[in-house]
């Protein structure tokens, strides 16, 4: 393994590069920008790279108005692939990743990079995630389903051994012996990342204290938008690991079951919900898991018809 952190942080701090992929103008990109030129880390020891992806229309006017931050294009689509375009062009001992849409708190960057450099072991720290309504005292059923389900992000480090790449911290000697990210994974490819890291013997460690906010999805269409790309990225993710359909069966096996205990948190979440925000959002619980079910079914009779 490379050279970590000494397991106490050392002042006045490593550089940082935080990376931030844009697939096009999203208004939301102001909000985060902003949220990022007002850290407590101290402004000369980090920078923001934006990376506009595969999209026709610059940004580059929108990124000059952030003293913090600098726009690179990267014409080849995909996330993971902007990730990797901007890891090329950071100059940052730790590396810290966020997305356009999501908003920073202002001690983000300064408890991320504590809570890395705390632990001489720990090759990747991922940040809590808070999900948030368009109207917090009202909101709608796909937006109570993603407050209560979306980016659990401490079970996938204590679980998964990964971090989603909304909020999370590494070294840029992690990626120099390891590799980027696969540049051909629509989604999952963070999950791949963090267990490539996970299997070389570092930690993965979850940082509460560093935390973004992200707009929760408003509707139906969005939601399925979302399982369709999760699908797909589990299908990557099994290819690489097993090549084997039975890599797949396991993953519907798992959407199979009725969600009874996510159906009684649906119920139980203190958030202001009513109950029919609530018994809508358990029947939006259970359109998603079958959809994807059914997605992951196709793809399985799919490739078990080609092995022959």
């Known amino acids: 393994m490379g050279e970590l952190g000494s397991g106490t942080v ?29 850290q407590t880390y101290p402004q000369d020891l980090y920078e923001v790279i934006v990376v506009e992806n595969g999209s026709e229309s610059s940004l580059a006017t929108v990124v000059a108005a952030f003293s913090q931050a600098r726009w690179i294009h990267e014409p080849r689509r995909g996330s993971y692939t902007a990730r990797n375009a901007g890891l090329d062009r950071a100059t940052g001992t730790v590396i810290a990743f966020t997305d356009a849409d999501c908003i920073p708190c202002a001690n983000w960057l300064e408890a991320g990079v504590n809570h890395l450099t705390a632990r001489p072991d720990c090759g990747l720290a991922g940040g809590r995630i808070q999900v948030f309504p368009q109207d917090a005292q009202a909101p709608t059923a ?9 980016f659990p992000q401490q079970h996938f480090i204590e679980h998964g051994h990964f971090a989603v790449t909304a909020n999370a911290f590494t070294f840029r000697c992690v990626f120099e012996e390891l590799g980027g990210f696969c540049d051909d994974f629509k989604s999952g490819g963070d999950a791949e990342w963090g267990q490539r890291v996970f299997g070389a013997g570092y930690q993965v460690c979850y940082a509460g204290n560093a ?45 199979l079951p009725p969600p009874l205990f996510k159906s009684l ?44």
Do not use: N
Not at 225 to 250: F, H, P
């Open 142 to 150: 796909c937006e109570f389903y993603e407050m209560v389900f979306a």
């Open 211 to 255: 935390c973004v906010r992200h707009p929760a999805r408003r509707t139906w269409r969005a939601l399925r938008k979302k399982s369709r790309r999760i699908v797909k990225g589990t299908v990557d993710c099994c290819t690489v690991a097993e090549s084997e359909v039975r890599a797949l069966w396991r993953h519907l096996r798992y959407r």
């Open 10 to 38: 050392q002042a006045p701090g490593p550089k940082v590069s935080v990376i931030v992929p844009v697939g096009g103008a999203d208004p939301r990109l102001r909000m985060c920008l902003t949220a990022l030129e007002a």
């Open 265 to 308: 948190r649906l119920l139980k979440h203190p958030a202001p919900a009513g109950l029919g925000a609530r018994l809508q959002a358990i029947f939006v619980l259970c359109f998603l898991r079958y959809y994807e079910a059914a997605l992951l079914t196709g793809v399985i009779i799919r490739r078990y018809f080609k092995r022959w």
